[in-house]
C-alpha cells in the first residue's frame, strides 16, 4: 500500500501581523501539537516580530517551527502595482538575508500605508531562502490569471534564478474568487516547466467559527464596518488550520504539492542562539 503524504502548514498569519490575523502563538501551538503535526511555519507580514516567541514555543513542545515572512513585492516603475511573496528561512545566511530585506523594506519601501520591497533589491539576498510564489495573489499568479502566460514564464525563470532549486508555484483552495482557475493553470506551468508545487492554505485563524471576529479586526485596520458593500472581502471561511486530513482530501489529486510541504519543512533548519544580548555596533 502507498503511504498518504503528509502535510506541513507553511503560509500563517499571527496576531503579529496586526492587519489581518486573530491567531495567537500559544494556542497555535496547542493546537498543532493536538493534530500531530511534526512542523509548523509562520510568515507574518513584513516583520519578526512573533519570532522568539514562536520560536521558543514550538521547540518546547517538540514541533519544529519553521521561520519566514510575507512580503508585498512592487514593481520598481510602478509602486502601486504589488504582488505577494513568501520566503522561507533555511539557515542562518537565510535569516540573515531575510532580516536585511525586511529592514530594506522598512528604511526604503514606505508608501503610503505600505511596507512594501522592489523585486529588484531580492538580488544578493537569496541565499538560503526557499521562495513560494504567493498563489493568486503573486504576480506569477496574477499573470496568469490575466491571461498573460509569457509574463507568468518570464517571472518564473526570474524567480528560477535567484531561488535555484528553491522556488514553489504555491496553490491555494480556500474557496476564495481566482482560486480554481489559478490552479489549473499554474498546474499547467509547472507541468511546462518542471516547476515543483506546494499546497498552502493562507491561515488566519484556527477554526471556521473565527471567521466573523476575523473580519471585525480587517474592519478596524481598514476603517470599515462590517455591512459597508463597498468593502473588499478578500478572505474566507475556509482559512483556518485545517488538519492534515483535510488537506489530503482537498489536494487529493495533487499529492505532490502535499508532499512538497513535508519537503520544505525538512529543508528548514534555523538554530537560533537565545539567551545572550546581540547589540548593534
Not at 163 to 175: I, K, M, N, V
Not at 179 to 201: C, I, K, M, S
Amino acid at each position: 500500500m502507498i503511504p498518504r503524504p503528509g502535510f506541513v502548514h507553511l503560509r500563517l498569519h499571527s496576531e503579529y501581523s496586526v492587519v489581518d490575523s486573530l491567531i495567537r502563538i500559544k494556542p497555535l501551538i496547542a493546537r498543532v501539537a493536538e493534530l500531530g503535526m511534526p512542523a509548523v511555519a509562520l510568515t507574518d507580514q513584513v516583520n519578526f516580530y512573533g519570532l522568539i516567541k514562536f520560536y521558543t514555543a514550538a521547540r518546547n513542545k517538540g514541533i519544529k517551527p519553521l521561520c519566514g515572512c510575507d512580503l508585498i513585492l512592487v514593481e520598481d516603475d510602478n509602486p502601486e502595482q504589488t504582488s505577494l511573496l513568501s520566503l522561507l528561512v533555511q539557515n542562518s545566511a537565510g535569516y540573515k538575508n531575510l532580516i536585511n530585506l525586511i529592514s530594506m523594506a522598512y528604511q526604503k519601501g514606505q508608501f503610503r500605508s505600505s511596507v512594501t520591497l522592489r523585486r529588484s533589491w531580492l538580488e544578493g539576498h537569496t541565499e538560503g531562502l526557499i521562495a513560494l510564489s504567493g498563489a493568486s495573489r503573486g504576480d506569477v499568479g496574477k499573470a496568469l490569471l490575466g491571461g498573460d502566460r509569457d509574463l507568468a514564464l518570464d517571472l518564473l525563470q526570474q524567480y528560477r534564478k535567484l531561488f535555484p532549486d528553491a522556488y514553489y508555484l504555491e496553490l491555494q483552495r480556500t474557496g476564495r474568487p481566482g482560486d480554481a482557475e489559478h490552479v489549473q493553470r499554474a498546474v499547467e506551468l509547472a507541468l511546462a516547466t518542471d516547476t515543483p508545487v506546494v499546497a498552502t492554505n493562507d491561515v488566519r485563524f484556527l477554526d471556521p467559527e473565527d471567521f466573523e471576529a476575523h473580519e471585525v479586526r480587517v474592519c478596524i485596520n481598514d476603517r470599515r464596518t462590517l455591512d459597508d458593500p463597498r468593502r473588499p472581502r478578500t478572505y474566507s471561511e475556509q482559512q483556518y488550520l485545517r488538519s492534515p486530513e483535510e488537506m489530503l482530501e482537498l489536494f487529493s489529486d495533487l499529492p505532490e504539492a502535499l508532499e512538497n510541504t513535508v519537503e520544505i519543512a525538512k529543508r528548514c533548519n534555523l538554530e537560533l542562539q537565545l539567551g545572550k544580548p546581540f547589540l548593534p555596533n
